[in-house]
């Protein structure tokens, strides 16, 4: 004889398979856990997802906030922090990988009021190894600036590709040449007095002293920079 049960029928509690009950239990503590692993942060509006242990590793602040002697989620499980979010996410990166950031351009150089408003971010929320790194001002020493200057008469002579970590800038300015002039007016010869020969030093003879004339040229001086990143001046551990 063949049994059904229609979808309103409760089976009894011996009637399920203890493995299933026990699958089940291990389930839903294993997601607790999980739960308990991760952590929601609210930073003035903007949220980050992160592990309990990145947090409380290398911040005090974190580290007594979520010791678990205060209730104060919000409604949705997160927990707020009245910070700057885009500061912070230099917080977090740095509590993942002991990285700190760097705010360097080549056209604008260090934005040290960027170091500023970290270093009290990373003064309130007691992560003490950042912080320690920006009242060093390590970040000094993670870039290299090398410089040089070049003279050159003729633009085809500069260099007109160069890789992405040079910076190259160009100052023009005239000045004035004084350009040897042939006895004998011979074109090829204007600047260039080891082409004269006998006859031309034969006429120069009947004038008195060399003929210059003025010529004005155009010098371009070549600044150029490279700079390098030291990117182990950048961990901060």
């Known amino acids: 004889m063949s049994h059904s049960t229609s979808p309103t029928d409760t089976i009894s509690a011996d009637r399920i398979p203890t493995t299933m009950v026990m699958q089940t239990a291990k389930s839903s503590k294993e997601d607790n856990a999980q739960d308990e692993k991760l952590i929601t942060l609210n930073v003035s509006g903007r949220h980050f997802v992160t592990f309990k242990e990145t947090l409380t590793s290398g911040s005090d602040w974190f580290a007594n906030r979520l010791s678990g002697r205060w209730n104060d989620r919000l409604t949705d499980g997160s927990y707020f922090v009245d910070a700057?979010?885009?500061l912070f996410a230099y917080i977090l990166q740095y509590l993942r990988r002991e990285t700190a950031p760097l705010f360097y351009t080549q056209g604008g150089g260090h934005e040290y009021g960027k170091y500023t408003a970290l270093l009290r971010e990373a003064d309130y929320l007691q992560v003490t190894g950042l912080k320690?790194?920006?009242?060093?001002?390590?970040?000094?020493?993670?870039?290299?600036?090398?410089?040089?200057?070049?003279?050159?008469?003729?633009?085809?002579?500069?260099?007109?590709?160069?890789?992405?970590?040079?910076?190259?800038?160009?100052h023009p300015h005239q000045a004035e040449k004084k350009t040897y002039v042939c006895p004998r007016d011979i074109q090829c010869h204007r600047g260039q007095r080891w082409r004269c020969g006998t006859a031309c030093a034969k006429a120069e003879a009947a004038?008195?002293?060399?003929?210059?004339?003025?010529?004005?040229?155009?010098?371009?001086?070549?600044?150029?920079?490279?700079?390098?990143?030291?990117?182990?001046?950048?961990?901060?551990?």
Do not use: F
């Open 132 to 170: 320690a790194w920006l009242e060093a001002k390590r970040y000094h020493e993670a870039v290299k600036v090398i410089t040089k200057a070049q003279k050159v008469e003729e633009l085809e002579s500069i260099d007109r590709c160069v890789s992405s970590d040079w910076n190259v800038k160009h």
């Open 84 to 86: 700057d979010p885009d």
């Open 207 to 237: 004038r008195e002293g060399d003929m210059y004339e003025i010529d004005y040229v155009t010098h371009t001086v070549v600044i150029s920079s490279q700079v390098s990143i030291n990117e182990e001046q950048l961990y901060a551990g």
